[in-house]
């Protein structure tokens, strides 16, 4: 089955800064790549997702880029701000339905 | 702004009862999952179901756990018996097809 792998486990950035999250992904077939956002005590909320006929795709102060050779995919998160702290999984998926979570990343922003 | 709902939000029982947690999912979604989250490992997927049918319930005990979909507007994950180690937070999800929507979580505690 489908493999995600998330590094680093936990990204401290000062507000302000950029943040970038990679994922990597075993199965060549999928072609669904959401990435959600987890704050504490509250449920995984979608924040955006792409597929693999798109390279990039924008919203806002977050991106998303995909590298299918290489089977990986990164958030980046432009202007980080204190509310940008959480956890943030990603996931891989190929026509199923289906998707295989990573372990996720923990995001703190520093003031 | 439709969301998926699921209740109780908090159940705390004892070793040996039956636990019933119920998920409306998104009117008009077809697919609807259940996930166990917890530190250690992370969110894994329990079952899922296609317009009502299920599909995959490899991830869930056998023996103590079932899930069911009696209707379009309802899904139910319940436990009997249950056991400390069940203690975790399960979500629902639902979704029209790759892209999965969250509800807020049922936090088991089973003493």
């Known amino acids: 089955g489908e493999n995600v792998e998330q590094h680093p486990s936990t990204l401290s950035v000062q507000e302000g800064d950029s943040a970038v999250i990679k994922c990597t992904y075993s199965?060549?077939?999928?072609?669904?790549f959401p990435w959600y956002k987890q704050e504490l005590g509250k449920r995984p909320q979608l924040i955006i997702d792409?597929?693999?006929?798109?390279g990039e795709k924008k919203d806002q102060r977050i991106a998303v880029t995909l590298n299918k050779t290489a089977k990986h995919f990164s958030l980046h998160i432009t202007e980080t701000q204190p509310e940008d702290s959480a956890v943030y999984f990603c996931?891989?998926?190929?026509?199923?339905?289906?998707?295989?979570f990573g372990k996720g990343n923990q995001v703190v922003v520093i003031p | 702004d439709a969301r998926v709902t699921q209740t109780p939000r908090d159940k705390v029982t004892e070793m040996g009862q039956e636990v019933t947690m119920r998920c409306q999912p998104i009117?008009?979604?077809?697919?609807v999952f259940w996930y166990r989250q917890t530190m250690m490992q992370g969110l894994e997927l329990l079952a899922y179901?296609?317009?009502?049918?299920?599909?995959?319930d490899s991830g869930m005990p056998k023996d103590r756990f079932s899930a069911e979909m009696p209707d379009a507007t309802l899904a139910t994950l319940k436990i009997q018996p249950s056991e400390p180690r069940d203690s975790a937070v399960y979500f629902c999800?639902?979704?029209?097809?790759?892209?999965?929507?969250f509800g807020p979580g049922t936090r088991l505690t089973v003493l």
């Open positions: 999800a639902s979704g029209p097809g790759d892209t999965q929507y």
């Open positions: 199965d060549s077939a999928s072609n669904y």
């Open positions: 792409i597929r693999s006929n798109v």
């Open positions: 996931a891989a998926g190929h026509g199923n339905n289906r998707l295989a």
């Open positions: 009117l008009g979604h077809n697919t």
């Open positions: 179901f296609r317009n009502r049918a299920p599909l995959d």
